[in-house]
């Protein structure tokens, strides 16, 4: 029986993950003179910080070249473009369908979770007005394996007292789908189907995410 719904923030909730792209691209062209491309982008998608910088660096086989000092500054310099980027979001950037959603779940008496892995996932749901909407926001700094792990979505099940298998979680990353299954919950994918076919159900945007889609699809996979 599904009692919880865990949700991803960037890309999710809000339209965030085009600006964690646009301030890795400009990183890596600063400071690296590397190109990232679409691709890239999708493989980024869902990691932290510090495995972004290291997917990136691996491009130009550069790992080895910076100590991890450098690196954490160069995460740094990332994060401080990145906070520019989302100084001025508002409740009119969350994505649509969302708002009626998490009010829907809430009002069937389901509980509610984020497992975001990223750090800035407080500040970016209070400038949206819905960090009240949470029952439980698991914490990504105490986390110690990133997505694909299911480590953040274990946690977010914990702090909600709800068993995995009652999960529903939502994501639009590989690595997100991946950390879900590998947690063994329900996986819901918001994007391309061809890239998220790991995920148990996809939708190709947040307004065709409602809790009677996602309970019929869950539904359709017990029999
Ligand atoms: C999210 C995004 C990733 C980002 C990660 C860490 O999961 O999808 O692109 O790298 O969070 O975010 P942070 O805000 O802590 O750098
Ligand atoms: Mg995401």
């Known amino acids: 029986m599904i009692k919880a719904f865990i ?18 691209k400009w990183l890596a062209s600063e400071k690296f003179g590397i190109v990232i491309d679409e691709n890239m982008h999708e493989q980024l998608k869902g990691l932290s910080r510090m495995d972004s910088l290291e997917k990136i660096l691996a491009i130009h086989h550069l790992n080895q070249k910076y100590t991890v000092k450098e690196k954490v500054e160069l995460t740094t310099t990332k994060n401080l473009y990145y906070r520019k980027l989302i100084s001025d979001i508002t409740p009119r950037d969350i994505l649509p ?7 829907e779940i809430k009002g069937s008496s389901y509980k509610l979770a984020l497992a ?15 960090f009240q ?12 394996k990133g997505k694909p792990a299911p480590d953040i979505y274990l946690l977010a ?57 996602m309970m019929q699809a869950w539904n359709n996979s017990l029999v």
């Open 7 to 24: 949700f991803d923030l960037d890309g999710v909730i809000t339209d965030t993950a085009h600006l964690h792209f646009k301030a890795w």
């Open 97 to 103: 369908g969302i708002v009626e959603l998490l009010e």
């Open 116 to 130: 975001s892995a990223s750090k800035n996932a407080i500040a970016i749901l209070k400038s949206l007005d819905l």
């Open 133 to 144: 909407s949470f029952d439980f926001i698991a914490d990504a700094a105490i986390v110690k």
């Open 157 to 213: 099940a914990k702090g909600l007292s709800v068993a995995p298998e009652n999960c529903i979680g939502i994501e639009d990353a590989v690595s997100g789908i991946q950390s879900i299954k590998h947690a063994h919950m329900f996986a819901v994918g918001v994007g391309d189907k061809r890239l998220l076919h790991e995920a148990d159900y996809v939708v190709s945007k947040t307004e065709a995410l409602t809790l009677p889609n």
